[in-house]
């Protein structure tokens, strides 16, 4: 059974309440997700997973959250080549910018990508979070 890391920064409960549904989608699959907040996932044990999804909103001009997640993915990113990665997070407003900047920065850095990053406008409606747990069903098969 694979184990798959599902690692987020939520600053309101809008993308955690992604990870959870992402997650249970993952267990559905068959997988075994393992939801951490990225405060209590402990980067040097990132290769102990078969495939990692990671979630943050975007922030302050359509970025990743720069004090707790940024941090934390840049410890992470030498470990990301090769590796299956999934990305998913929430906005409140623009177009989801941020996502394909950080999609394009987790492909040059060699990783695995799936798809593109799942994103939902505000809090996750129920037609949302039926998407995050398809997402999370569909990246466990890939």
């Given amino acids: 059974m694979d184990k798959i890391g599902v690692i987020y920064w939520s600053d309101r409960e809008s993308t955690e309440i992604m990870a959870e549904k992402i997650s249970n989608g993952i267990d559905e699959a068959g997988s075994r997700a393992i939801l951490l907040n990225v405060a209590d996932f402990d980067p040097k044990t990132i290769n102990t997973y078969a ?12 970025a990743l959250e720069k004090t707790e997640f940024e941090p ?4 992470i990113s030498d470990q990301l080549k090769g590796k ?3 990305l998913f997070g929430s906005h409140g407003w623009g177009n989801a910018e941020w996502m394909a900047d950080w999609e394009k920065r987790v492909n040059d850095l060699g990783a695995i990508l799936y798809d593109r990053g799942l994103t939902v406008l505000g809090e996750p409606d129920k037609e949302s979070r039926r998407r995050c747990v398809e997402f999370g ?3 466990a098969e890939f």
């Fill in 51 to 62: 495939k990692i999804v990671l979630g943050c909103p975007a922030m302050e001009g359509e």
């Fill in 72 to 75: 934390f993915f840049r410890a």
């Fill in 84 to 86: 299956k990665v999934a």
């Fill in 137 to 139: 069903k569909e990246f």
